[in-house]
């Protein structure tokens, strides 16, 4: 099992920044590639940035390249989402997930997800 745990979610206005992280615990943190989803209501959680388990190689959603870094510290056992120019279709629950060996940008490849952290982005 592995537990994920996020934080850094809030309100911020429209060009604004955030940092969000994401703590896991239980096994071997550099066993597993981490991937950051997001979800509003009625719609299905999206993907947004993958990061495979040395933190080498990173996928992005086509929606938040080059304003989004996703990135990790093992010796910490986290990973994080550097979210800059932030706009109001950024406004969603964000989840961290974790997944064995190789990346995947498709929800259903993680085993192992966090309870979600609510970003708000005000026009």
């Known amino acids: 099992q592995v537990q994920l745990v996020e934080s850094g979610g809030g309100l911020v206005q429209a060009g604004g920044s955030l940092r969000l992280s994401c703590a896991a615990s239980?096994?071997?943190?550099?066993?597993?590639?981490m991937g950051w989803f997001r979800q509003v209501p009625g719609k299905e959680r999206e993907f947004v940035a993958a990061?495979?388990?040395?933190?080498?190689?990173?996928y992005y959603a086509n929606s938040v390249t080059g304003r989004f870094t996703i990135s990790r510290d093992n010796a910490k056992n986290t990973v994080y989402l550097q979210m800059n120019s932030l706009k109001p279709e950024d406004t969603a629950v964000y989840y961290c997930?974790?997944?064995?060996?190789?990346?995947?940008?498709?929800?259903?490849?993680?085993?192992?997800w966090g309870q979600g952290t609510q970003v708000t982005v005000s026009s």
């Open positions: 997930a974790a997944r064995p060996l190789t990346t995947s940008q498709a929800p259903s490849g993680y085993n192992y």
């Open positions: 239980g096994r071997t943190f550099n066993n597993y590639a």
């Open positions: 990061i495979n388990r040395s933190g080498g190689i990173t």
